[in-house]
């Protein structure tokens, strides 16, 4: 059971070593830690910026929906205006004691 496992111990080392060969690490120059921090940094101020914004419109999407909110909770001066049916508010404003359009019809014959 122990030279299956060395051998495939073996193979992986071998396989390590391959890479290790193909794929050289290189040299890290004086800049190299001011330029990968400017790289992220320039990843990140895009996110950053795209977040923030995100932000803001969520806490004014909030702060409306507040507002909102108690604006239809308050109490109207009027409050039968907005309790009546459309059919009560129809008949309020054509009552049937005074139609407009049925009125007294004169017929004038002398002209004949």
């Known amino acids: 059971m122990n030279s299956v496992h060395g ?7 071998a396989l390590f070593r391959a890479y290790r060969d193909a794929c050289p690490t290189p040299e890290a120059s004086a800049n190299f830690m001011p330029n990968l921090w400017r790289q992220i940094e320039s990843r990140q ?12 419109f969520v806490t004014a999407a909030v702060a409306l929906s507040i507002a909102l909110g108690v604006y239809m909770s308050l109490p109207r001066s009027n409050p039968n205006y907005y309790s009546q049916t459309y059919i009560e508010a129809l008949a309020e404003a054509n009552s049937l004691d005074t139609p407009d359009i049925v009125g007294p019809v004169r017929l004038d014959l002398s002209n004949r």
């Open 45 to 56: 101020s895009f996110t950053f910026s795209f977040r923030r914004m995100a932000n803001a």
């Open 7 to 13: 051998n495939d111990e073996e193979r992986l080392d």
